[in-house]
């Protein structure tokens, strides 16, 4: 088992959310984050007064797949929130040594 971890756009969240039902993966976890990388904020102009924004509103999507749907997760989601501008995210891959649901106890990759 896998987590995949997402770092997008905010508007492009519904657009990941149906790739990734489209190959199957229906669970997912979602927040909103902040952060910078290369594209270091930019500045805004409110009321007349510019100021600098140094972190972008992000969302975070963290995804439990088992260790054979993850490359399809990457692509579903690699595909939905590319833009081709600076700042469309990053995705991370860790394991998952265990995986329990509460509710029924299931365990590992029953509980996804």
């Known amino acids: 088992m896998k987590l995949v971890t997402a770092i997008?756009?905010?508007?492009?969240?519904?657009?990941?959310?149906d790739a990734l039902n489209a190959v199957g993966i229906?669970?997912?976890t979602v927040?909103?984050?902040?952060?910078?990388?290369r594209?270091?904020?930019h500045t805004e102009i409110y009321r007349g007064a510019e100021y600098a924004v140094?972190?972008?509103?992000?969302?975070?999507?963290?995804i439990a797949v088992d260790s054979d749907r993850v490359e399809s997760a990457i692509?579903?989601?690699?595909?939905?929130?590319?833009?081709?501008?600076?700042?469309?995210?990053?995705?991370?891959v860790t394991p998952i040594d265990r995986a329990m649901r509460i509710r029924t106890g299931e365990t590992d990759s029953d509980a996804l």
Do not use: N, S
């Open 39 to 41: 594209q270091k904020g």
């Open 75 to 92: 692509e579903a989601v690699t595909q939905a929130a590319r833009t081709g501008q600076i700042g469309d995210g990053k995705i991370f």
């Open 8 to 17: 997008i756009k905010p508007f492009k969240l519904e657009d990941v959310r």
């Open 26 to 28: 229906h669970g997912m």
């Open 54 to 62: 140094h972190f972008l509103p992000k969302v975070r999507l963290d």
């Open 31 to 37: 927040t909103e984050v902040k952060g910078y990388g």
